[in-house]
Nanobody, 118 residues
Framework: QVQLVESGGGLVQPGGSLRLSCGAS????????MGWYRQAPGKQRELVAT???????NYLDSVKARFTISSDNAKNEVYLEMNSLKFEDTAVYYC????????????WGQGTQVTVSS
C-alpha cells in the first residue's frame, strides 16, 4: 500500500498564499503522476493540478495563473503553491498518486482543509 500525507492547509484571507505539501510512503512502488484535487461542500471533486514524473503539468483553468505544482521525485513529494487565493478556492484539497509499479492504481491522501475567508 502507498500512504499519502498532506500538510499545509489552513485559513487565509483573500489574496493570500498557502503552500500544500504531500509525501508518499510505502514499499517498492513507482509513481507515474502526482496531483491535487479539491472538493467544496456540495460539489464534486475536481482536478486542480497534476505533474508527471517527467515534469509535465496540467492545471484547472481557473487556477492556472495563480497556482504552481512542483515535485521532488526522489522524495516522492508533491507541492502546490497557491497565490492570490479567492473565496471560491475554499475546499478540502486531496493529494493523489498514480502508481504504476507495486500497488498499482490511484491512491489518495486524507485531505487538508483550505479556507479563504476575510
Amino acid at each position: 500500500q502507498v500512504q499519502l500525507v498532506e500538510s499545509g492547509g489552513g485559513l487565509v484571507q483573500p489574496g493570500g498564499s498557502l503552500r500544500l505539501s504531500c509525501g508518499a510512503s510505502g514499499s517498492d512502488f513507482s509513481i507515474y503522476r502526482m496531483g491535487w484535487y479539491r472538493q467544496a461542500p456540495g460539489k464534486q471533486r475536481e482536478l486542480v493540478a497534476t505533474i508527471t514524473s517527467g515534469g509535465s503539468t496540467n492545471y484547472l483553468d481557473s487556477v492556472k495563473a495563480r497556482f504552481t505544482i512542483s515535485s521532488d521525485n526522489a522524495k516522492n513529494e508533491v507541492y502546490l503553491e497557491m497565490n492570490s487565493l479567492k473565496f471560491e478556492d475554499t475546499a478540502v484539497y486531496y493529494c493523489n498518486a498514480v502508481v504504476t509499479q507495486g500497488p498499482i492504481g490511484s491512491h489518495w491522501g486524507q485531505g487538508t482543509q483550505v479556507t479563504v475567508s476575510s
